[in-house]
């Protein structure tokens, strides 16, 4: 029998041909790009290190500025459409974090100026992700990104989307927006609905990336502590003494909109990243607020028996969690390693 060898080359850019024409590319080369874009974001590290750049395809350097007015942009240089997806990587990745991200924008046929801008201002501010929407027709662009091992998601400014994946699962949509979603509503449940409804994305967004950069957490969500009493079931972890307000402090911050505002609440994001990066469970308010942290679980004999026989640790602590939910620990998220992500809420 001779030799047979395949290459997911050809056939992903058939599938991906007819969702960059409907993105508003017609062009050949842009389909080259996002294909090798697509395969390269898959698994894509610097020093074996995972990078999760977005990378913004555009038609134009003018379009930058429809989507983050008054943004700050690094160009980098000009590559071919077709076949320099690596160098634009290579030479951007690393700095696409922490509100900045990679654009691509064409400037004849099959080249293109490609660099680093600020996809998004600061915390609270709209993202150039959530500013595509508002020119669908006149402005076409693609995001495309990283949302789990070996998944890639592209989405357009039309709202459509296509996923990528590149194991032996069946094929279906990236689920960490969807689980990420269910697990905040949980949490800023009693909130006014005005509140909720400037919180929750802002909520949403922030816990997206951090859990894309993180090696697996467990979240919960809870109601308001009464008079400090700590719940039985969570007793041991880290209780703050004095709960942190995450939506008060940013209405504050959206609402004063100054320098002081908003380096309280940057602050609180980075205690919050290093809360979610240790071990053990992050416990919120279903206030907006932010209750604990290192609170670890310990079944009892009848528990102990309902839990999975397989699975790690963090596994068999998410079981134990849902077998836990109910009128007061209101929802629970469970994100591997690997990038498996659940979330279970209580009706």
């Known amino acids: 029998m001779e030799p047979k060898f395949f290459s997911i080359r050809n056939p992903l850019q058939g ?30 590290r610097e020093e074996d ?41 290579k030479d951007c990745a690393n700095l696409a974090l922490h509100g900045w991200a990679i654009y691509i924008s064409k400037i004849n046929d099959n080249q293109a100026e490609y660099g680093v801008f600020r996809s998004l201002l600061h915390s609270f501010a709209r993202s150039a992700e959530e500013a595509m929407a508002d020119y669908p027709e006149k402005s076409p662009s693609i995001i495309i990104r990283n949302r789990g091992r070996l998944i890639v998601e592209l989405r357009n400014a039309k709202g459509e989307t296509f996923t990528a994946i590149f194991t032996s699962a069946v094929a279906s949509g990236s689920n960490l927006a969807t689980e990420v979603k269910k697990f905040v ?25 951090i859990l894309q950069h993180s090696h697996g957490t467990l979240l919960a969500a809870h109601v308001p502590l009464e008079n400090g009493q700590l719940p039985d079931t969570l007793k041991d972890g880290v209780w703050l003494n ?17 320098a002081q505002s908003l380096a309280s609440l940057q602050a609180i994001e980075t205690l919050l990243t290093g809360m979610i990066a240790s071990d053990g469970i992050v416990v919120f308010g279903t206030d907006g607020t932010l209750l604990g942290y290192r ?53």
Do not use: W
């Not at 999760?52 to 000009?78: C, D, H, K, N, Y």
């Not at 609905?193 to 994305?201: A, D, G, K």
């Open 15 to 44: 599938e991906l041909h007819d969702f960059v024409m409907l993105s508003g590319f017609n062009c050949t080369h842009t389909t080259d790009l996002v294909r090798d874009l697509t395969c390269l974001l898959a698994n894509y």
């Open 49 to 89: 290190m995972p990078l999760f750049p977005e990378v913004f395809i555009l038609p134009s350097v003018e379009a930058i500025m429809s989507l983050s007015p008054g943004t700050q942009r690094v160009p980098m240089g000009t590559v071919h459409l077709s076949n320099d997806a690596d160098k634009i990587l």
């Open 185 to 209: 509503s949980a949490t800023v449940s009693l909130l006014s609905q005005e509140r909720r409804e400037r919180f929750e994305p802002y909520l949403v967004r922030i816990l997206l990336d």
């Open 242 to 258: 004095k709960s942190i307000d995450i939506a008060d402090v940013y209405h504050t911050a959206l609402d004063t909109n100054d």
């Open 295 to 347: 609170v670890f679980l310990k079944p009892t004999e009848e528990e102990s028996r309902n839990l999975p026989h397989k699975g790690g640790g963090r596994r068999r602590s998410y079981a134990l969690l849902e077998q836990r939910l109910g009128a007061n620990l209101r929802a629970a998220l469970f994100r591997s390693q690997d990038g498996d992500i659940e979330c279970r809420v209580t009706e």
